[in-house]
């Protein structure tokens, strides 16, 4: 493939070139119509020459023609040697013709033809209309190089009554001779316009596609992956190059978030299973030595389950989230009554509470429809519920409520008076991995490993709601989940399960 530069001068080039021959064709055909119109003139203003040169010789009282009596055929009208004496100085080729459209007299240059060619004009001349269209002859033997003759014929009542008109030509040659001349100079002329304006094109694309060379330049530089901190130049935000580079550094930028993302997550998953995989060994080195007790055996292989147990936890939670990545949300979505998933989650909450020593209490149900997945509104809801108990001392209270907004949304509230969340954390909370204090929250068996919140947050998006957050450090915490109510619950339950799109308010 040739480069789009190269077929932008070829573009312009074959375009000028069309213009060109397009220009050249007008111009020749123009010149042409003109010059004939021109030779047309010159004839005519030869005839009155001589027209005139005639009147003036009769009023001079000479004698041009005469009527002989020819016994066979009657009155013959004749020329005068008077007639030659002045029309011989009038130069130019010209025809005078009796009234019976016979010839009088044929001009010198004119008789320099050759007979058919004479006899030509003259049968041209003598069809002639006076003061009519002109006609061009055709000649072979022309001695002046000139292939045609143009004719013009005028009349003169002053020139009496034998002498019926006069017929003059001019030739063509120097009519034809202009365009000609033309079209020889631009044959000349093409060829190097054609050259220079290529040149000049190629020229011009290139100052065109220099950014464009830069940009491509910058961005493979960029992307090679390691400098996507790197930003394209953007000089000119309002040409289609500056919004190009804006475009691309808006791209840049998402790739950087992303394969940040990817990197950040990559690492906290392996430091995630490091830790209870060397614990585990230790476990295992130990219930194999020899020398071990057995009641301490049985101590470490209990160990070892419970970090077997936590890793599960770790991968299966992996494995959602990955899941939810790919879009692949296995979904059952019926018409569902969120009371009784409440009233089931509190039962769990309230043991969990009370091993805690913490209140849980449900204050406000009011029962609601939704378009939902039973046993992911299950996992969300439990998910705060054990969130709030976990992060919550001794003596502290946990409080749910499941409320009506605005008609079509139902609110699931969990409110705990525990540690709180700082306002600088607020923003990372449903980050994968993240955990307010990472070192206090494994030590001190609250243990979760930062992705509880992310997979309630993809529940509550996967049924078209909003997950938010208030706390207060020290004060408590404050999760609500929104979601979109069916209006009727009447109303046929889901066409499919497993659908991922939002459902309908
Ligand atoms: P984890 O498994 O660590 O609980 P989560 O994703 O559920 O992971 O929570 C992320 C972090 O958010 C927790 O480590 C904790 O610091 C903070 N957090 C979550 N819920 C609460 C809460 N109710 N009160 C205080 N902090 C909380």
Known sequence: MYSTRTRL???YAGLLFATMIVFSAALYFGRRVSAHDELAIRARQQALLVLQAIVNAQENGRVLTVVANNPLSGPVIQSTKAMGDVLDRVPGFFLVLDRQDRLLYSSSTLQLYTHTD?????????ALLVDGLPTEVPLTGDPQLSTRLLLQAVSDTATGPSISRVVAGVPTSTADLAPQLLIGTMFLLAPVVLLISL???????????KPVDLLINEVEAITDGRSL??????????????RLAETLNRMIARLQASFGALRRFTADASHELKTPLTVLRADVERAMHPGTPQADRLVALEESMQEITRMADLVDSLLTLARADEGRFDLHR??????????????????????AGITVALPLVEDAVV????????????????NAIKYTPR??????????????AVAFAVRDTGLGISAADLPYVFERFWRADRVRSRASERGGFGLGLAIAQ??????????????????????????PMLIQPDAPPAPDAGTDEAPEA
């Open 118 to 126: 004479q006899d030509t004009v003259y049968n041209a001349g003598r």
């Open 334 to 355: 019926e018409a569902i009554h969120l009371e009784p998933i409440v009233r089931d989650v509190t039962e769990t909450a309230s043991i969990l509470g009370e091993e």
């Open 199 to 209: 040149a000049a094109a190629y020229y011009l694309a290139g100052r065109a596609f």
């Open 458 to 483: 993809w529940i509550v998006q996967a049924h078209g709601g909003t997950l938010t957050v208030q706390s207060r450090l020290g004060r408590g915490s404050v999760f609500t989940v929104l979601l």
């Open 395 to 408: 003596g502290g209270r946990v409080e749910m409520t499941l409320s009506h907004r605005n008609n079509n």
């Open 9 to 11: 001068t070829t573009a």
């Open 229 to 242: 901190h790197r930003r394209l130049p953007t000089e000119n935000a309002d040409d289609e190059l500056g």
């Open 371 to 386: 378009l939902g997945d039973a046993a992911r509104l299950r996992q969300l809801f439990l998910n705060l519920l054990t």
